[in-house]
């Protein structure tokens, strides 16, 4: 038996693109696929995909934390009451997040917008406390910005700290470790996986900013002297952030060995349908139709087009063989 096409590879190129459009529907007016359209190197569109809902908020229904240091102005009370409903109740807050979501490459030379250093370095993101929505869809913004780390179940409200310029004064909050002071003070057990059993030498905010333009990850030291990897996961020296290269890493890998296992079981698998009545054209004819992530395992979906059976892999499970799509 003969197959005409077995590329996992190949096919996930549609699959990212298709995903591309699908974050379109978040707010605001988000044009994703227009920015990726006519790229084929499936390895950067991995990256691209992963950088880009890593700087989004999946909305879900999430437990609101504030930090035992937070204070916020009075004029930021009904904002912080909306957003904090919003986030209760798993409503999309998009809208409220850095302008630079826009982006899935940045069009512009020398120019990296599609990039969220703070995120990158230490799973941090800011949020814009407006209430009236702006004509591009998102809501106003604010000089002080609401600092916040989300996981799936929890959204931690760090504080609220200026940025930009206000007169002759530019603030620079992306740096301050304070923010990782206030993370292991409230929440210690939240980003207790990063901890590094290791001595370091403190470093400066300032040296913090200079390393992060080279793309050098450093350890953060909190006040009593407890040490941190980059809780982000750092970047490598690409600049993309290395939990995205791992997780495009694991992709590709479990491609191959389901494409080879497909290879090595043909026999079986035209066994089996032959025992539930189908008829088997050649050649076989494959293509990798869905992906995603069960907690840590890849589970794929993939489609022999001339049966109309489809087989699921699931790491650490034996595949499984269905006449219908799942």
Known sequence: ???????????????????????????????????????????????????????LVEPRKRHVHKSSNFYYPSRFRNALRILEEKIENG?????????GIRWVVDPLPRRIRHRDALLDSWGIKHIHLGIRIESGGFVERTGPVLFVKFDDKNAYFLLIKR??????????????QFLIDILHENWSDSIS????????????????????K???????????????????????????????????????????????????????????????????????????????????????????KNSKTYIVFEEGKNPIVNYHKR
Not at 195 to 207: F, G, Q, R, S
Not at 242 to 258: E, K, L, M, P
């Open 214 to 304: 080279r793309n050098i990850n450093t350890p953060t030291t909190s006040k009593d002297g407890t040490i941190y990897f980059p809780l982000g996961g750092g970047v490598a020296s690409s600049g993309d952030n290395i939990q995205n290269v791992r997780i495009c890493y694991h992709i590709f890998d479990v491609i191959d060995a389901d494409e080879k296992w497909l290879r090595e079981n043909l026999t079986e698998f035209i066994e089996i349908l032959s025992r539930n009545g189908k008829v088997i054209k050649q050649p076989l004819d494959f293509q990798l139709v869905s992906f995603e992530f069960i907690g840590k395992n890849l589970k794929l979906e993939v489609l022999e």
């Open 163 to 176: 940025h930009g310029r206000k007169g002759n004064r530019r603030y620079d909050p992306w740096n301050d």
């Open 1 to 55: 038996m003969s197959i005409s096409n077995l590329n996992f590879k190949n096919d996930l190129e549609s699959i990212f693109k298709q995903y591309f459009k699908d974050l379109e529907t978040l707010s605001p007016n988000l044009h994703f696929h227009t920015q990726i359209k006519d790229k084929s190197d499936i390895n950067k569109l991995c990256l691209l995909y992963y950088n880009l809902t890593n700087r």
């Open 91 to 99: 409503e999309d807050i998009n809208t409220y997040l850095s302008k």
């Open 193 to 212: 996986d990063y901890e590094a059993k290791v001595d370091a030498k403190k470093t400066t905010n300032d040296e913090i900013k200079q390393w992060k």
